[in-house]
DNA sequence: GTATAAGCGAGACGGTACGTCAAGTCTTTTT
DNA sequence: AAAAAGACTTGACGTACCGTCTCGCTTATAC
């Protein structure tokens, strides 16, 4: 006997959230600014999210499902494409890297969200991980998980410090470089 | 023909705000915090300090200068010398980590510290990136680029995301597959 | 269809405004206290009032409401009795003297206060003058007003100043040189 | 074997004050901006006033020496003269009454500076006392006293309120009625 | 078919911290 | 010893957001 949660109000937050984000920064987004830009009340973004990260990653994890898995043949050749299409997928003024770089700031500031944070960060790491066990089912253990680190962790640096491009260069060069880790002609 | 600026006050922001920092975790450290338990007035920080970011990262610039450059004689027992180093200085409850993630995520949500923090990072990609051209000269380029960033890369996300240990064992697996990249027996 | 106000906050407020005002004088009332007095945030006073000086007067709009125009017959008379009245609500520790004596001050340092003041000052006026008025309906315009404000006036420069009491005493004899002026018998 | 205290400190500091009291408001008056446009340390200022109000009033006492008491022969002469010259002073862009407000408000809130200007006040006050007593010897007392308040607490209450213009009419209308107020015909 | 309880937009609320301003004091160097 | 310069501690300012809490309205069951 109860009123059904509002599907219009929850793709307005989403919306606004991640709209928001891009346009002033991941910083100056609050939850004020949310709630005006949705036409909604801030008690209901409470009332289903715990704070404006786990919004934010909610649309993230939509995203990241426009990710298939690659199939070329060679480790390098997965990789270059994997890696390829996860830096496109976060380049340009549509691009997820500026929101991605806030979520990673809320998750260390935040202890209630870091675990959202890592699962969703784990589910990438998997798919990444299947790919060079395929290839190099020996690796299993601490090496391939330190493959999996390397690469991740090389574009999330490049990413938080904005050092360098992640352009489709710099794919091919990790997957070049990783592929020799475990034997691949050099 | 003014009075002078006080070492004691400097010395005080900087050891509270680190104090502070590693006992309450970076993001509940706050300006009037520190500044009560420097004995100081706020004024004071931001006369010298643009934000606690940079009070902060003055402190670590000092830690980091106890990492000397190893020479065992080979990329891999450098790396797994260095890394291992670098990352004894972060763990337990006196080292850096928390410290280090706090200020990473600072430099995403403040634009005006992140060149701060860049610098910072650089200082510390040119030791490593060093290391690695004394052995392997012929990387100079976008490979040795890469493979400083992978290692690095992977520390930090390990640090960031706190999805395994920065032990010694990681240090080594780490300096074995750099040194794989680049050709030296497996 | 928000929240309504908080009539408990207002009280609250209004009451601890005046308490503090009187206890450690008008000076030395912060709006910092009085929120921590009253239990309340800061922002709900800055959003109903727009100064400290606006709740006072609020606080004393009332008080003065308690103030009844006389009818003793003769000019003389009904100044006495109205001014007797005035200053005994002003005296002693419970008095309003303190606090007129601030925002008064307030008025001047502050532009945005002034208007509030001055309308305030003006009801008072209205009060004095139509008792004149009762009796001189000749001195109708200049001469009204001036008598107005030789009477409040002197008021107003000994709760000032503080050199004379504002006692049943002065109160007569304002009374009688007031009433001469307007050609009572001496 | 000292130094003597700077004359030319001294005038930098007192005219400073007083016209940045007249251009900003008494309100916005500051200890650094004075001792900046006098080009002068702030301990300077601190040497040798208590408070900003204490220069300014230093200021003040010049000016108004410059007010000689009349001989019209008449209270009513007298009392024009006297009342008009006072408020022809404080008229104007270069006039005293925007910092007079500003000492009378100054005193309401700074305990430490009240005697100062009480003593200030109390000078005013004999000189018009005296206008008083030379034509109405028998006032003497609280009759004098009533009517020197009466007067000059007019002055005030419209300076200090702004709801009446203190210009010649007004000095005439007020001497009228204090001369009527002891006798002289009607 | 209507009562009723949850969802909702709105926004007031108690708090915490911000970054700024000015006060009055202290220290250094110069005159 | 007085002065200019300006750093220092202190304390209050007015603002921004937080997460919680009514308020009155809307709407989908469960009776």
Same mark, same amino acid.
């Given at each position: 006997?109860?009123?059904?949660?509002? $599907?219009?109000?929850?793709? +307005?937050?989403? $919306?606004?959230?991640?709209?928001?984000?891009?346009?002033?920064?991941?910083?100056?987004?609050? !939850?004020?600014?949310?709630?005006?830009?949705?036409?909604?009340?801030?008690?209901?973004?409470?009332?289903?999210?715990?704070?404006?990260?786990?919004? !934010?990653?909610?649309?993230?994890? $939509?995203?990241?499902?426009?990710?298939?898995?690659?199939?070329?043949?060679?480790?390098?050749?997965?990789?270059?494409?994997?890696?390829?299409?996860?830096?496109?997928?976060?380049?340009?003024?549509?691009?997820?890297? *500026?929101?991605?770089?806030?979520? &990673?700031?809320?998750?260390?500031?935040?202890?209630?969200?870091?675990?959202?944070?890592? $699962?969703?960060? *784990?589910?990438?790491? +998997?798919?990444?991980?299947?790919?060079?066990?395929?290839?190099?089912?020996?690796?299993?253990?601490?090496?391939?998980?330190?493959?999996?680190? &390397?690469?991740?962790?090389?574009?999330?640096?490049?990413?938080?410090?904005?050092?360098?491009?992640?352009?489709? +260069?710099?794919?091919?060069?990790? +997957?070049?470089?990783?592929?020799?880790?475990?034997? *691949?002609?050099?």
């Amino acid at each position: 006997m109860a009123r059904t949660r509002s $599907e219009q109000s929850r793709r +307005a937050i989403l $919306e606004s959230a991640l709209s928001l984000a891009r346009s002033g920064g991941y910083g100056k987004l609050t !939850v004020d600014a949310v709630a005006a830009a949705a036409g909604v009340g801030k008690q209901t973004i409470y009332r289903w999210w715990r704070s404006l990260g786990e919004v !934010v990653l909610d649309t993230l994890r $939509e995203h990241a499902k426009s990710l298939p898995a690659p199939e070329t043949g060679s480790l390098e050749g997965d990789l270059t494409a994997f890696l390829g299409a996860t830096f496109r997928l976060q380049r340009g003024p549509n691009g997820t890297a *500026e929101v991605l770089r806030g979520l &990673m700031a809320e998750a260390q500031l935040d202890d209630g969200f870091a675990p959202s944070f890592a $699962e969703f960060i *784990e589910a990438r790491r +998997a798919v990444l991980r299947s790919i060079v066990l395929r290839h190099v089912p020996a690796a299993r253990g601490s090496e391939a998980e330190a493959t999996v680190d &390397m690469l991740f962790g090389a574009m999330w640096y490049r990413m938080l410090v904005k050092h360098g491009p992640l352009d489709s +260069a710099f794919a091919q060069t990790l +997957a070049a470089l990783a592929a020799r880790q475990h034997g *691949e002609k050099r």
